[in-house]
T-cell receptor, first 118, second 111 residues
Framework: GAVVSQHPSWVICKSGTSVKIECRSL??????MFWYRQFPKQSLMLMAT?????????EQGVEKDKFLINHASLTLSTLTVTSAHPEDSSFYIC??????????????FGPGTRLTVL | GQNIDQPTEMTATEGAIVQINCTYQ??????LFWYQQHAGEAPTFLSY????GLEEKGRFSSFLSRSKGYSYLLLKELQMKDSASYLC????????????FGAGTRLFVKA
């Protein structure tokens, strides 16, 4: 089956620092990856669509200069939370879409990264 | 705008059947998904409907009516491990294959 990994699984950082989260599709190629944020007891909120070889598409209200996304290859997308603040503490989940699938297709989710900003 | 509605919480008894409803209003439609999410974990795929009708997969079935903007997830022979959040999600076909998620329904299965 399709496997998506995320690293790190959890991270604690000081306010003002930057944190990079990696999302990898392990056994398939993904031209499109998605980054979500989930607060406790809430659903997934789409932050941005990461497109291989081009700029990410950000959802309304998401600061692109704060949440930097790079999709450098067909198997890797990174999310960098710059100048993190306590309100950025959340569960960040990525998902990937298999490029071979037509239509909407199923998304395969990574295990998530829990970010805590002190 | 995009809007997906589902009940916040439901409780059911082990061995019973439960139906979780979802209604949606989106700018276009390219399929509806159901995902299961246990607390602190990532969602796992349950079903995908793009045409009207019922899709059955083991103890789980999903129904779609595009004209009504309505879907339900049916769980049979409930087990304690089915206690989780169930997320209804729609691909609005606005390009880029993005998916919009509902707030999720937290299902509690009691003995």
């Amino acid at each position: 089956g399709a496997v998506v990994s995320q690293h790190p699984s959890w991270v604690i950082c000081k306010s003002g620092t930057s944190v990079k989260i990696e999302c990898r599709s392990l056994d398939f190629q993904a031209t499109t990856m998605f980054w979500y944020r989930q607060f406790p007891k809430q659903s997934l909120m789409l932050m941005a669509t990461s497109n291989e070889g081009s700029k990410a598409t950000y959802e309304q209200g998401v600061e692109k200069d704060k949440f930097l996304i790079n999709h450098a290859s067909l198997t890797l997308s990174t999310l960098t939370v710059t100048s993190a603040h306590p309100e950025d503490s959340s569960f960040y989940i990525c998902s990937a879409r298999d490029k071979r699938l037509a239509g909407a297709g199923e998304q395969f989710f990574g295990p998530g990264t829990r970010l805590t900003v002190l | 705008g995009q809007n997906i509605d589902q009940p916040t919480e439901m409780t059911a008894t082990e061995g019973a059947i439960v139906q979780i409803n979802c209604t949606y209003q989106t700018s276009g439609f390219n399929g509806l998904f159901w995902y299961q999410q246990h607390a602190g974990e990532a969602p796992t795929f349950l079903s995908y409907n793009v045409l009207d009708g019922l899709e059955e997969k083991g103890r789980f079935s999903s129904f779609l009516s595009r004209s009504k903007g309505y879907s339900y997830l049916l769980l049979k022979e409930l087990q304690m491990k089915d206690s989780a959040s169930y997320l209804c999600a729609v691909s609005p076909n606005t390009g880029g294959f993005k998916t919009i998620f509902g707030a999720g329904t937290r299902l509690f299965v009691k003995a």
